[in-house]
Nanobody
Framework: QVTLVESGGGLVQAGGSVRLSCVASGRTHSMGWFRQAPGNEREFVAAINWNGRLIDYATFVKGRFTISRDSAGNTAYLQMNSLKPDDTAVYYC????????????????WGQGTQVTVSS
C-alpha cells in the first residue's frame, strides 16, 4: 500500500506557473499525474518511471508541463508553465507502472488531489 500526498495547488493567473509536489509513503516504480475538471472525465497528464529515463506526457501539456522525481524516488513534481484557464482542475498524484515507451501508464494508487485554478 502506498499513500500519496500532494501539495502546491492554488490560484494562479493565466500565463503563470505552479509547481505541484507529491510525496509517496514507500517505494514506487513510476509516478504520474492525472487531472479532472468539473464536468469532465479524469484525464492523464504525465508519468515518469523509476529512474526518470522514461517519461510520457499528454499531448495537450507538451512543452508547458515538466514531470520529474527526486533521486530518492519517493517524491514527484509537476512544473506547470504557461497555464491556461482550461488547465483548471483537481490534479491527482498517482503511483503505478510506466513499463515502456509504447506502454500506457497504469496507476495503482491515488492521492486525494490538489486544486489548481487558473484565472483569465
Amino acid at each position: 500500500q502506498v499513500t500519496l500526498v500532494e501539495s502546491g495547488g492554488g490560484l494562479v493567473q493565466a500565463g503563470g506557473s505552479v509547481r505541484l509536489s507529491c510525496v509517496a509513503s514507500g517505494r514506487t516504480h513510476s509516478m504520474g499525474w492525472f487531472r479532472q475538471a468539473p464536468g469532465n472525465e479524469r484525464e492523464f497528464v504525465a508519468a515518469i518511471n523509476w529512474n526518470g529515463r522514461l517519461i510520457d506526457y499528454a499531448t495537450f501539456v507538451k512543452g508547458r508541463f515538466t514531470i520529474s522525481r527526486d533521486s530518492a524516488g519517493n517524491t514527484a513534481y509537476l512544473q506547470m508553465n504557461s497555464l491556461k484557464p482550461d488547465d483548471t482542475a483537481v490534479y491527482y498524484c498517482t503511483a503505478g507502472v510506466l513499463a515502456g515507451p509504447t506502454q500506457k501508464y497504469v496507476a495503482d494508487y491515488w492521492g486525494q488531489g490538489t486544486q489548481v485554478t487558473v484565472s483569465s
